[in-house]
Structures are given as structure tokens and as C-alpha cells.
């Protein structure tokens, strides 16, 4: 298998990936309410999706290659 790292997939959403890679999100996963033993809506209101760091193991099955030299489209 290949490695999947998010900063090499096109579904980071484009404002997330001006930040850290810790503060990154996918696109492809939403963050469903109910979900969250912390604060379900407020998060689902501030964050809808859930971040990289929780999801990526190293070969994830949504991964993406961006294009060389792609720009962020501003999802
Ligand atoms: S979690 Fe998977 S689909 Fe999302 S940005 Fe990272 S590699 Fe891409």
C-alpha cells in the first residue's frame, strides 16, 4: 500500500490547511451530531468536519492526490 498523507490529498478543506496540520479538516468526513461527548452542536456548528489528525492513519481509503502546483478552490 501507499502512504496517505493529508498534506499531499485534495480534501483538506482549503481555509483549515492556511493553519497547522493539527487544526486540519476533511472534507469527506462530516462531523455528525450526536457524536461528540463534549459539546455535540457546538461543534458540529464550529467545525463540521472532523479533523485529519483523528481519521488518517497513514493509508486512508478517501485520499485524494492534489495535483502538482493545485491551488485551494476555497470549498
Ligand atoms: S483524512 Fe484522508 S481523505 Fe481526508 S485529507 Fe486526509 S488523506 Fe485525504
Not at 462530516?30 to 467545525?47: C, F, M, N, Y
Amino acid at each position: 500500500m501507499i502512504p496517505t498523507p493529508c498534506e499531499n490529498c485534495d480534501n483538506v478543506h482549503a481555509e483549515t490547511r492556511k493553519q497547522g496540520p493539527a487544526r486540519w479538516v476533511c472534507v469527506k468526513f462530516p462531523r455528525l451530531e450526536g457524536l461528540s461527548p463534549v459539546a455535540p452542536t457546538a461543534w458540529i456548528d464550529k467545525e463540521p468536519y472532523m479533523r485529519c489528525v483523528g481519521i488518517n492513519g497513514g493509508f486512508c481509503p478517501m485520499f485524494v492526490k492534489r495535483r502538482e502546483g493545485q491551488k485551494d478552490n476555497g470549498l
